[in-house]
């Protein structure tokens, strides 16, 4: 576990400095929304919208860029640890808030399984076989 950890942060160091905001602005993007699935929120507050919007472009960019070349993601690796990284606490998200009887129905709810389809879309799409 300490080896994958030194190496999340050696990637991360290793990303030029836009690409490293965009993962930390992404990264709180989506503490927020995860939180607004449990919280009983404004699902329509203009904040959370355009944070939820950040969020899946964020998101979006990184996850995408292993189709058109990207010189600030030189490393696929950085790719690959933020989609595991997302993938999971969606999934988690997704599981409790099933367990605890949230209404999926909700704006937050609906991003975060968008951003799990994505996650795990693009780790799959980087399987080699």
């Known amino acids: 576990m300490k080896q994958f950890i030194n190496k999340i942060i050696r990637t991360y160091r290793s990303s030029c400095l836009c690409t490293k905001s965009l993962i930390l602005i992404g990264m709180f993007g989506m503490v927020h929304t995860v939180m607004n ?3 009983d929120s404004n ?3 203009p904040n959370d ?3 939820r919007s950040v969020m899946g472009s964020i998101f979006g960019f990184i996850f995408g860029s292993q189709v058109t070349e ?3 993601i030189k490393s696929k690796n950085v790719q690959a640890i933020t989609a595991v990284i ?8 997704l599981m409790i808030g099933d367990w605890v009887l949230v209404d999926q129905e909700l704006a ?5 399984r968008n951003l799990l389809f994505s996650a795990v879309g693009f780790l799959l799409s980087r399987v080699k076989r």
């Open 86 to 93: 997302v993938a999971f606490a969606c999934l988690f998200t």
């Open 108 to 112: 937050p709810s609906v991003e975060i």
């Open 70 to 72: 990207n010189s600030n």
């Open 37 to 39: 699935v449990f919280l």
């Open 49 to 51: 919208v355009a944070i």
């Open 43 to 45: 699902q329509i507050c």
